[in-house]
């Protein structure tokens, strides 16, 4: 049984927002490893370390179940998702279905200023890759450029789509602890992408952009699957 007098390690909150910003906290602990995965969140705690109620500690937890990070356990609470290999595969695949479609629709859409800002993205992306900054920093970087794609889409159920399984995604990732050896290989790899939308070719585009996802699926996933073995023996 878990010991109320424990510290989940945050600091008290105001009452502006609060819900989301509870969320965002949680979240940020989860894709960090604060959280491992099949811990428990204990409402009191938390509500207790960031000088709430557990009302809206509650209602963050039903949003990030939302999201994929957690899972509810009835008579039980909630506790961080323990995410697997296949699942992992099931992520990329929709990825790969929603990005797909809102590439096309962005070059029909023919509007410089989001092309524009991916490569200010990308510009962005090579920054990041530099010493100073996490890894969670450069994820989260990573995952803009391709908000960025479906948001210029012009189809906000791309987007919505998108930002539900985006968390889901940098957690993957920081379970794995690395993409790529390089960081600044991160960036080279949207280059291609950005180059077809830039030239107006759709097909182009369209396998730039499923290499680029299909290229970080076999990473990720292989990745997975070795340390869920080396955590099996």
Not at 153 to 165: D, W
């Amino acid at each position: 049984m878990e010991k109320e007098n424990m510290s989940s390690g945050f600091a008290p909150l105001d009452r502006e927002g609060l819900v989301e910003r509870i969320a965002g906290l949680l979240s940020k602990a989860i894709v960090m490893g604060q959280l491992a995965p099949g811990a428990r969140l204990l409402e009191s705690v938390v509500a207790r370390d960031l000088g709430v109620s557990r009302a809206p500690v509650r209602e963050a937890a039903r949003l990030l179940e939302s999201s994929g990070l957690v899972t509810y356990a009835p008579n039980r609470g909630f506790f961080v998702r323990q995410i697997t290999a296949d699942e992992l595969d099931d992520l990329y695949e929709l990825r790969l279905v929603i990005e797909t479609a809102a590439i096309r629709h962005l070059i029909r859409n023919k509007d410089p200023q989001v092309i524009d800002r991916l490569a200010r993205q990308i510009d962005e992306l090579h920054r990041v890759a530099g010493e100073g900054f996490d890894m969670l920093t450069q994820v989260s970087a990573d995952m803009e450029f391709h908000r960025l794609l479906c948001e210029g889409s012009g189809n906000p159920k791309f987007l919505k789509v998108f930002e539900q399984i985006a968390i889901e995604t940098e957690f993957s990732i920081m379970v794995v602890g690395h993409l790529y050896d390089d960081p600044h290989r991160i960036a080279e790899t949207h280059v291609p992408v950005l180059d077809a939308i830039r030239a107006g070719d759709e097909e182009r585009a369209v396998e730039a952009l499923r290499y680029h996802i299909a290229d970080a699926q076999v990473v990720v996933t292989r990745s997975f699957r070795q340390l869920q073995e080396e955590q099996g023996k």
